[in-house]
Nanobody, 120 residues
Framework: QVKLVESGGGLVQAGGSLRLSCAASGSYAMGWFRQAPGKEREFVAANNYKGGTYYAHSVQGRFTITRDNAKNTVYLQMNSLKPEDTAVYYC??????????????????WGQGTQVTVAS
């Protein structure tokens, strides 16, 4: 059974930083999505096994996705956080390790989510 364990969420002031982690039970292409209250879940960033990356326009230049293949862990470094970044952040994994995708249909497994709250 595939397990994705997220950590690193919390409360931060606008302009601050947080780093999310997602530890997987195997090797996958990985992505981060988020869901704000009353909104649909949206894509944030993706990273495949070879290090290819893709970002949502709203986070480009502020967020960085990286991975440690030896630890099967993906990270999301979030800088210059804004109140509109407040959401539950979900880690997702795709069996096809070459995937660098911004749509949910490409992902096979999902984490439980971690809350990120940015205070103004």
């Amino acid at each position: 059974q595939v397990k994705l364990v997220e950590s690193g969420g919390g409360l931060v002031q606008a302009g601050g930083s947080l780093r999310l982690s997602c530890a997987a039970s195997g090797s996958y292409a990985m992505g981060w999505f988020r869901q704000a209250p009353g909104k649909e879940r949206e894509f944030v960033a993706a990273n495949n096994y070879k290090g290819g990356t893709y970002y949502a326009h709203s986070v480009q230049g502020r967020f960085t996705i990286t991975r440690d293949n030896a630890k099967n862990t993906v990270y999301l470094q979030m800088n210059s956080l804004k109140p509109e970044d407040t959401a539950v952040y979900y880690c997702a994994a795709a069996e096809d390790r070459t995937v660098v995708a911004g749509t949910e249909q490409f992902y096979d497994y999902w984490g439980q989510g971690t809350q990120v709250t940015v205070a103004s």
